[in-house]
DNA sequence: ACTCAACTTTCAGTTACCTTTCAATTACAA
DNA sequence: TTGTAATTGAAAGGTAACTGAAAGTTGAGT
């Protein structure tokens, strides 16, 4: 983790480093926006902290001129006065959050630890089986980089089947999972399932195997 | 775009109601942090606006709890006083910003479009895909250099369809995210809303891809 | 070689989605 | 207020995709 820090006071600068540091934050310090921007140019941060009165740029151009360079990065605007037009100007141009001075170092932390929590908070719902990929909330299966196109039934058995990654799931609990109480298929209908998705998958190194009289798996060849 | 509102002052309950339709959010207002909360329980918001001073329960406490049902959504409190303990606190709690009474209702406008473009991962006000455009400041849609004229229901199904950047909707979220709690429409409105926009697609590159058992997704043909 | 589980194909019934119509509602202008 | 236009969504009928029973074929294991 590291921040950018671009402030003019030496002192409010050395207060958010230290803050920074008890958060396990490195960072560098400009005093400057072209400074700043310049170390922007050469390295990746996690975090910026800007101060919108600097004695060489307007804080917004800064602003600006970062977001277009490192579009992801949270920024956190740190300043004295803000006019209403300000904050809504610097919020439209993807500021993430303001503090207004003087601040406590705890609520810094606390802001500083939510932006953090928001940007991390894509979780992974990706389970991928050789050139299979499928999508746990979308529900969409991808075959190396095409979309592989199936009907609910099927889409329903090879979820059951990368779940179980590479163990045998018999015909039996197969269908269990996929008709409910007054659905009344035959075991059987399993057996077509099967069939039609190994038709979809043939051309991909990912296969359902047979173990006779067990049920039913997915190997990679 | 659908907002929970918990204030129990009616008065600014309105008025955030009215700015969050000015900017085509959809809302659902309770009084009190319990109703709130149970609101939480059935339906999933993009946004909760919660007020700190509840008549029935601490607004903290509302916090923590609708962070459990549903953690990914971004929270605006407004608030007449809050001490530093309890903005810190709120933070920790997963609130996303703060807004202090009285505020002015572009300023209210302008955090709740930031807090979006955070978490739609969006950083600018444009959303492009293939020749349609879409302002989210102006909720103004254009095919290649002509305006696309939709009516408010369209307006929100499209803008629905392009946060998901390509991403398959189902027709039951999409109702969820367009209809509020006292509204009571089938869900098969759906489909002629998507019969309709399909219809002033038609003449552009952008398609509405039908993903049987599944819903809805944008596409470029 | 025999047996039976598994495979494959066919096809009618079902379901999900599409499309049009129209009455009710809402928005808005006069 | 009244009149007019735009918007909305319920109803109904159509279409294409999905489903799974039936029946015949294949092939692994004994």
Redesign the pocket.
Known sequence: MKALVIEDNEEIADCIQQSLQHMNITSDHFPLGKLGLSAADVSQYNLLILDLNLPDMDGLSVLERFKKIQPDTPVLIVSARITVEARVKGLDLGADDYLIKPFQLAELEARVRALFRRTANERCTQIKFGHLAFNQNTKEYWLKDQPL????????VLELLLRKNGRVM??KSIADH??NFD???????I??????L??KLSKCNVA?????????LLTQT
């Open positions: 196109e199936l009907t609910p039934r099927e889409r329903s018999s015909k996929i008709f659905d009344e298929a035959d075991i059987s209908s057996e077509i399932y099967i069939h039609r190994r038709k359902i195997t047979t173990k006779r009289g067990l049920g039913y």
